[in-house]
């Protein structure tokens, strides 16, 4: 009976929180063009410098795919620093199971695509299984880049690698979007 009750408020829990993101990109969507054009600059700037900040120090620390880090400092640079954080989450929690899954699949198994088809399932799996469902997509394209891209090396340090990569670039956004929102506070500004 309990239970029951706990599900209908979380699904009207749900209905509420999609409803009030439906309004929220309408009134996006109506802003005037200067504003838009005010935000896009300021989106793109704080977007551009958090991957150049995770790009720079690739090479000298020895990371062969230093991209990595600045796609990462891309997916979650935001101009909110709340929603930074949750997509910032969502990457390392993604990047790490991924990863792991992606090595003991391939440590496990021959490298068929059966194999590879098992190590999303469980990727995605066991993102739902942490309860961070959020993460379950990157989970899985972490254990295809394991899996699927040709790499020199063991499984095992593309896995280091991918992780500290994916980890730096989540540093460089995170501290780009902190600075940047408390110098807009300071400042009275809003984006």
Sequence with gaps: MEADIRVKEAE???????????????????????????????????????????????????????????????????????????????????????????????????????GYATAVLLAILACWLVNVASAARLSAITATIILLVPHTGTPQRMLASRVFEVGWGICAAIGTVWVVTRINRRLGWTI
């Design 12 to 114: 009207r829990d749900r209905l509420r929180i999609g409803w009030l993101t439906n309004q929220v990109a309408r009134l996006q969507k109506r802003l005037p063009v200067g504003r838009r054009l005010a935000r896009g600059a300021a989106h793109g700037a704080l977007s551009a410098v958090a991957a150049v900040i995770a790009y720079l120090p690739a090479q000298p620390l020895g990371l062969r795919e230093g991209f990595w880090g600045a796609i990462t400092a891309l997916a979650v640079a935001q101009t909110e620093f709340g929603a930074a954080r949750s997509v910032a989450r969502d990457q390392f929690v993604g990047a790490a199971i991924g990863g792991v899954v992606g090595v003991g699949v391939s440590l496990a198994t021959a490298p068929y695509l059966m």
